[in-house]
């Protein structure tokens, strides 16, 4: 009886180092076919991602309606637009945060963004929060020259912002409300 306790102890022992040698022999395999649809995936969804001009493309429309609501003193649309372009901003430098300039130089943009953000947009942040219609002109002035800056540092020199002469488009009321 021992005997054949030790005999079925022996088998199902081997049986079990066999099953797990032979599972760790295919999980290469499974890694590997892991990784490889990873990298497919990875790749798909980099060909979804828009491009910086789209995301550029939405800061224009906030920075737009930013201007035209603070010109008629309406600061919470105006925070909001400012806030909006901002984050739109950011989006960008997430789709590319590196890009080439003229001589493929790196151009490391979240580097610019923060060196404006506590500049330039600083000032027009604040003019928003003091609801400073004196100070709001020349602080957005001043960004939009930042923002040159970064597109001709980035080699973008022909993207020339300007102060707008109409809102993005003509379904928000830009006055204050009640």
């Not at 609801?131 to 957005?140: E, G």
Request: proline share 6%; charged share 20%; net charge positive.
């Amino acid at each position: 009886m021992i005997v054949a306790l030790v005999a079925g102890g022996a088998v199902l022992g081997g049986a079990a180092v066999e099953l797990w040698r032979s599972s760790r022999a295919s999980f290469p395999a499974t890694a590997q076919s892991s990784a490889a649809q990873a990298n497919t995936d990875v790749d798909r969804l980099k060909k979804l991602v828009p491009s910086q001009s789209h995301a550029m493309a939405d800061v224009a429309y906030h920075w737009t309606n930013l201007w035209f609501a603070a010109e008629q003193k309406n600061w919470p649309l105006a925070e909001f637009y400012f806030n909006e372009a901002r984050s739109h901003m950011q989006w960008t430098i997430l789709i590319r945060p590196i890009r080439k300039d003229d001589q493929q130089r790196d151009v490391d943009l979240q580097a610019i963004f923060d060196a404006l953000d506590a500049s330039s947009f600083a000032g027009v942040k604040m003019a928003i929060a003091q609801k400073d219609s004196q100070k709001f002109p020349a602080a957005y002035k001043l960004a939009l020259d930042g923002c040159y800056t970064c597109h001709k540092t980035s080699g973008k020199p022909f993207l020339r912002p300007i102060v707008p002469t109409a809102p993005a488009q003509g379904i928000i009321d830009f006055a204050p409300g009640p």
